[in-house]
């Protein structure tokens, strides 16, 4: 579909870039000298896309090192830490730091990113440290990843938010919120749904309040907050959008991605960076996966094409063409390569795992149809002992879409799976309990005949599948009366042209709009909660809508009035930012996504495995 | 960063009757105009439990002599807060006596929270009562905001955590940040006489202790059988462990990886023995699902298509044989190719598959040709019998096959659509 022709631009997110690397270096010459630093590993993505080693060096910064719970071997007399707030970390510094024993005097500094937590700071004082070392934080909140996303680089947000039940992060989540809304706000309408997002938009709302607010033009109109537990469904789908399926496959890091042997056929694996600057991939991210070989391979020929220009030229024109398009021609033939390359990898590894008959099996769960097949499918899967995690995540869908699993199939699942992966799942599945992610259907939650009955006429699929019908009707499935209410799943009986999308459901084959995305669409388009009143009781309530105080105009339909923040709190999958760009193509929209971390299936599933205690 | 003066004004202007207010659960901001007799009743009350009187008195004084006096003695505080880096409200617990009397500690447990959540300094001692310290607490609870939450429980609670337990039932919010932040310390000792003070399920029901019964059985079976194949191996004399040595230790190995090896290595032995598959498949109550795609797997890399053969068949009362499987036959045929089975034995399989769709389908994928040209004659399908020819090597039995049938007058000859006319073919 063709983009607006006014479709609003989006505001210059380099600025928060600008803004943390400027603070990093504030805190760096506080301690004025050489001095060695320790990084922690998994901020190392996030360092280097705002700012790079020289910056480093340039406020003496003699070594870098990464932290790896290792004794310390620098000989500086300085050292400073660049950690997360966790208390692993910070005990590991006193392990490692035997100097004190040694007589040695060394001057030690932490700076904690985003922010330091009163528990990080009591482990240095139970261990007598407090004093000995200076501590600091970064308020680096954001991370533009791309032009429309910006995230928070907090996995762990979503198991001590929803496993562990832990609050720490709202505050922060709070904070980065101001911080937007400060630089590009103030908001007109701040939606939300979800416990958290409620807390995060109270924190926020406080934060605000004590800051003093200049009247500036607001370059964002709406905030939509969404807590990762309203849908689980959607992330636990496969992916087969572009972006989506080479995230799943190799695993996307902070907007970069590492491209292995099998890719680009070399001994070298390469490292891309995947935004709207690659001029291939940001054509074909949004794009379901069955339309990107054939878009690729048009962009062959044109390359082609755009070669074979030299031919019958005279020095001069050789020249400017050398000059002037050779280089971007290079450019773009090594990225079609290297997407081509992506491409043949995926359909190798997805036929070598019969990805059309899981894809199958995903959309039966989805629509509610052959819910027996799906249950041998899955049972087939842990017999033999294929990936632990693909088994859990099938185990959450049926569980999810059936509101429970019948407890002769709960008991029978469980222990096989116990018996094919291990024991120390009991923890795992303790984990998903505790989530509602795989749960038994208690005794009571049956229907009555009579209920079943209706149920039975009103959405019967088949007359061949009675039992089916009857096995999957005869509970109370939110799933279900959710995907009813908001017309989810397509009717499976129509078309789906992939090529032209007729909405969301495209990032999933047609079978099934995201339930994230859906709710955020319905949201907007009322402008208010009113009349989605019991899908929200369906989803547990926490629903919020406010009008921004302080100087937000509402002169409607300026440009940034178009321009809407949706952040989700415990990640998002590159399938709902897909969804999200396909429905502001669509309303004329630009949505922004902040996200605490970007998620998957795998990522969501690891984050509750409980058998690495 | 702070703006100092107006900060501490408004302080001064409204908080004074804040600090008494903690046995107060209702509405303590609607209360600014108690009375005087309140607070010096109050007091006393505070004192009896305090002894450090001289502190609070200095602290609690709603008189304006009082108020005069202190900005200019705690402006130095307030100055090194901006740079609040080195200086936290822990240390500042132990400062001497005649130090503390320089700050203000009768904030709010409301603005001690808020003061905590900006990185300000605050003094906690003077939440001293269990009544006040539980105040505070709901207050942290209140402010949505994990790490002051755990701070109040580890700077207020800590000490009297055991007497505490019943207070935290109540206080669920607070009750899991305490569980997460032992959790992280690894404070398993406390953590447990937690859980157990609780009366909180303990982690396994009955039926998942079975589970754990059964992984204890499992591992005295894993000591057994890795002492005697490792003493094998090493001796020699066993051909399996020379052909195919064992790449790693079965200790801790999930039950189906252990059912898989003896299947590997002891497939043939009596049931009476520990390491023998039938042994561990009744021992473990191992579903005829779960056993026949173990077995499968394990005999199939070994290329032991006869012992495949003898899985499947069972014989009926009148002595005929019969390929049977709990596992759908399309199931086996992918497993069996993914061990590199021969075309004869995968065409074995793929005839048994039922549906004629997806039997044909896995009979043209593997190329037995027999299969399918027998699936056409028997739809007496010309056409995909001609389409098919061209599929087959040249001069091949198959070709010279399809021709015979093709030739063969006594068939009649029709097309038929063939999706329509699928049969069962026995």
């Known amino acids: 579909l063709a983009e607006l022709a006014d479709s609003p631009e989006l505001p210059d997110f380099s600025l928060l870039k600008r803004l943390a690397r400027d603070q990093l270096i504030y805190l760096l010459e506080q301690l004025p000298g050489k001095k060695d630093l320790f990084i922690e590993a998994d901020l190392m993505s996030p360092l280097d896309r705002i700012a790079n080693v020289s910056t480093l060096k340039q406020h003496e910064v003699d070594k870098l090192y990464k932290v790896e719970y290792k004794p310390i071997i620098s000989t500086s007399d300085q050292v400073c830490f660049l950690i997360r707030p966790r208390i692993q970390t910070v005990k590991w510094i006193y392990v490692a730091n035997a100097d004190k024993a040694a007589g040695k005097f060394r001057r030690y500094k932490i700076i904690f990113t985003p922010q330091k937590f009163y528990a990080c700071e009591a482990v240095l004082e139970e261990q007598g440290l407090f004093g000995d070392v200076t501590t600091d934080e970064w308020a680096f909140y954001l991370l533009p990843l791309d032009d429309d996303i910006i995230s928070l680089e907090l996995p762990e947000f979503f198991r001590d938010n929803f496993l562990a039940g832990d609050q720490r992060w709202v505050r922060t989540v709070g904070s980065a919120l101001h911080l937007l809304h400060s630089i590009y706000g103030p908001f007109s309408k701040i939606y939300g749904i979800g416990r958290c997002a409620k807390m995060a938009y109270e924190s926020w709302k406080e934060q605000v309040e004590e800051g003093d607010t200049k009247a500036r033009q607001a370059e964002i109109g709406n905030a939509f907050l969404i807590d990762r537990d309203v849908d689980y469904i959607t992330p636990l789908c496969s992916q087969v959008v572009y972006e989506g399926l080479v995230d799943d496959i190799f695993r996307i890091k902070c907007g970069c991605v590492e491209f292995g042997h099998d890719v680009t056929s070399s001994d070298k694996s390469v490292k891309v960076m995947l935004n709207s600057q690659d001029k291939v991939f940001s054509e074909i991210r949004n794009e379901h996966f069955s339309n990107v070989f054939s878009f690729l391979s048009q962009k062959a020929r044109n390359l082609q094409t755009a070669y074979d220009k030299r031919r019958g030229m005279d020095i001069k024109q050789m020249k400017t063409f050398v000059s002037e398009e050779l280089k971007g021609l290079k450019q773009e033939h090594r990225l079609l390569s290297l997407h081509i390359g992506a491409c043949e990898s995926i359909m190798k590894k997805k036929t070598k795992q019969d990805f059309q008959e899981l894809l199958k099996t995903e959309h039966s769960l989805l629509e509610g149809f052959e819910i027996r097949e799906c249950i041998s499918f899955i049972e087939e899967h842990i017999n033999r002992q294929v990936s632990m995690i693909e088994s859990l995540r099938l185990l959450c869908l049926l569980s999810i879409t059936e509101n429970g699993l019948l407890p002769k199939d709960f008991r029978a699942l469980k222990a096989q799976y116990l018996q094919s992966y291990g024991v120390d799942h009991l923890l795992t599945f303790a984990n998903l309990r505790q989530l509602g992610l795989l749960v038994e259907q208690q005794p009571g939650e049956t229907l009555t005949v009579m209920e079943s009955k209706v149920g039975k006429l009103v959405n019967d699929k088949t007359a061949g599948k009675l039992t089916d019908a009857f096995s999957s009707l005869a509970k109370k499935s939110h799933f279900r009366a959710l995907s009813r209410k908001l017309n989810l799943v397509p009717k499976s009986d129509e078309e789906y042209d992939l090529r032209v999308p007729r909405d969301m459901a495209y990032i999933f084959s047609g079978a099934y709009i995201p339930l994230s995305c859906k709710l955020i669409e319905q949201v907007l388009e009322r402008d208010s909660w009113t009349g989605l009143e019991e899908v929200t009781k369906l989803l547990n309530g926490h629903e919020f809508a406010f009008t921004g105080s302080n100087g937000a105009d509402l002169r409607a339909k300026s440009d940034a009035q178009r321009i809407i923040l949706v952040m989700f709190l415990g990640g998002c999958t590159f399938s709902e930012i897909s969804a999200l760009r396909f429905l502001g193509r669509e309303r004329g929209y630009k949505f922004i996504v902040v996200t605490t971390a970007i998620t998957n299936s795998s990522r969501l599933i690891e984050a509750l495995l409980g058998n690495k205690v | ?426």
């Open chain 2, 1 to 426: 960063m702070m703006k100092n003066k107006p900060d501490e004004e408004d302080y001064w202007n409204s908080s004074k009757f804040k600090a008494f207010t903690f046995d107060d659960e209702d509405d303590e901001f609607s209360r600014l105009k108690e009375s005087k007799q309140a607070v010096n009743s109050i007091r006393s009350l505070v004192e009896e439990e305090d002894d450090e009187d001289e502190v609070e008195k200095v602290s609690w004084s709603g008189e304006p002599v009082g108020r005069k006096t202190k900005p200019g003695n705690f402006q130095p505080f307030t100055d090194s807060l901006s740079e609040s880096s080195v200086k936290l409200y822990a240390p500042e617990l132990r400062k001497p006596k005649s130090e503390s009397k320089d700050y203000i500690s009768d904030w709010s447990p409301e603005e001690t929270i808020h003061r905590m959540q900006q990185g300000k300094v605050v003094s906690l001692e003077r939440f001293r009562s269990l009544q006040d310290k539980l105040l505070l607490l709901d207050f942290s609870v209140r402010a949505h905001d994990g790490n002051i939450i755990t701070a109040v429980i580890l700077f207020t609670l800590t000490s009297i955590i055991r007497v505490l337990f019943r207070e935290l039932e109540s206080r669920q919010t607070a009750l899991r940040h305490f569980i997460h932040y032992l959790t992280e310390i690894r404070d398993h000792r406390l953590l447990l006489e937690l859980l157990s003070n609780l009366f909180f399920s303990l982690p396994f029901s009955p039926e998942e202790s079975a589970h754990v019964q059964d992984h204890y059985t499992l591992l005295e079976r894993q000591i057994i059988i890795e002492a005697t194949d490792r003493l094998a191996e090493h001796a020699g004399k066993v051909e399996i462990f020379q052909k195919f040595p064992r790449r790693a230790s079965i200790l801790n190995m999930p039950l189906i990886t252990t059912l898989y090896y003896c299947c590997f290595y002891h497939y043939n032995e009596p049931e009476g023995t520990y390491s023998s598959p039938l042994n561990i498949r009744h021992t473990f109550r191992i579903s005829e699902k779960q056993y026949f795609v173990t077995v499968l797997a394990a005999r199939a890399k070994l290329k032991a298509w006869s012992d495949l053969d003898a899985l499947f068949t069972s014989r009926n009362w009148l002595g005929f044989t019969k390929k049977k499987s709990p596992l759908s036959f399309h199931r086996v045929v992918d497993i069996l190719q993914k061990n590199s089975a021969p075309t004869q034995v995968l065409q074995e399989y793929v005839g048994l598959v039922d549906d004629a769709d997806l039997r044909i389908g896995l009979a043209q994928k593997h190329k037995c040709h027999d299969i399918v040209i027998n699936t056409y004659r028997d739809l007496k399908d010309r056409q995909l019998l001609l389409g098919y020819r061209g599929k087959v090597e040249r001069g091949s039995a198959e070709e010279r096959k399809i021709n015979d049938l093709l030739d063969s007058p006594v068939r009649k000859r029709r097309n038929y659509d063939h999706h329509h006319h699928y049969q069962h073919v026995t």
